[in-house]
């Protein structure tokens, strides 16, 4: 999923996204990442008959 531009952080140097990075490697805390979308919707419970065909 993209960031829409004005909610994105803003930096001053390409230094500043560069040290970022290095400190994003950190372990990411559990939930859903890593669950593909029919994953995330088998868990929860979203079925096709949910909605109406156009």
């Known amino acids: 999923m993209t960031v829409p531009e004005e909610n994105r952080p803003k ?22 990442t890593g669950r593909t979308l029919r994953e995330a919707l088998e868990e929860a419970h979203v079925r096709p008959d949910d909605y109406d065909e156009e």
């Open 11 to 32: 930096t001053d140097t390409t230094d500043d996204v560069l040290e970022q990075q290095q400190q994003d490697d950190a372990p990411r805390p559990p939930g859903g």
